[in-house]
T-cell receptor, first 109, second 113 residues
Framework: GQNIDQPTEMTATEGAIVQINCTYQTSGFNGLFWYQQHAGEAPTFLSYNVLDGLEEKGRFSSFLSRSKGYSYLLLKELQMKDSASYLCAVKDSNYQLIWGAGTKLIIKP | EAQVTQNPRYLITVTGKKLTVTCSQNMNHEYMSWYRQDPGLGLRQIYYSMNVEVTDKGDVPEGYKVSRKEKRNFPLILESPSPNQTSLYFC????????????FGEGSRLTVL
């Protein structure tokens, strides 16, 4: 079966750095997405990785290793507004998105 | 403004009373999809559509119907709602490219009593 694993919850301090990991086992791979979702709101797109390596976008970076079936989302200079759930999703061989259950990130002052 | 619009945003209904959740996008996207989100389970796809008149079942299609008569609209129909369909529903659309991100509607919170 297809599976995406992420930690259920993480806690970090304002101003610090946090890394949210995602491992996947899917039938084929056509890209990996990270989305941010604040409580009660719709998910919003953060990043897309299809080749190995690091993609940087401001305070957020996303890394992919296809051989290891592994990605991480790195958030720097954490702000209180970064408190949200972070969803990892992989496009499989049929170009369908397989979603992880999400990681709830709690930021403390 | 590019957006996906869902209605209603909130609905409380009773078992067996047919309802439709509408979804409309103004970005000319071919691909549209419906998800439900329940605590601890993440997003689960109900149905998706690759283009007009083309729809396919997702992971949890039981109890739902969809139609895609026009490119912009993708309504979700619950013919006979049951309490286990109480959930937060999201409609989404994306452009036809591999890196095409999903644009989500604001969500529809449905309660079936």
């Amino acid at each position: 079966g297809q599976n995406i694993d992420q930690p259920t919850e993480m806690t970090a301090t304002e101003g610090a750095i946090v890394q949210i990991n995602c491992t996947y086992q899917t039938s084929g791979f056509n890209g990996l997405f990270w989305y941010q979702q604040h409580a009660g709101e719709a998910p919003t797109f953060l990043s897309y990785n299809v080749l190995d390596g690091l993609e940087e976008k401001g305070r957020f970076s996303s890394f992919l290793s296809r051989s290891k079936g592994y990605s991480y989302l790195l958030l720097k200079e954490l702000q209180m507004k970064d408190s949200a759930s972070y969803l990892c999703a992989v496009k499989d061989s049929n170009y369908q998105l397989i979603w992880g259950a999400g990681t709830k990130l709690i930021i403390k002052p | 403004e590019a957006q996906v619009t869902q209605n209603p945003r909130y609905l409380i209904t009773v078992t067996g009373k047919k309802l439709t959740v509408t979804c409309s996008q103004n970005m000319n996207h071919e691909y549209m999809s419906w998800y439900r989100q329940d605590p601890g389970l993440g997003l689960r796809q109900i149905y998706y559509s690759m283009n007009v008149e083309v729809t396919d079942k997702g992971d949890v299609p039981e109890g739902y119907k969809v139609s895609r008569k026009e490119k912009r609209n993708f309504p979700l129909i619950l013919e006979s709602p049951s309490p286990n369909q109480t959930s937060l529903y999201f409609c989404a659309s994306s452009p036809p490219r591999d890196s095409g991100e999903l644009f989500f509607g604001e969500g529809s919170r449905l309660t079936v009593l």
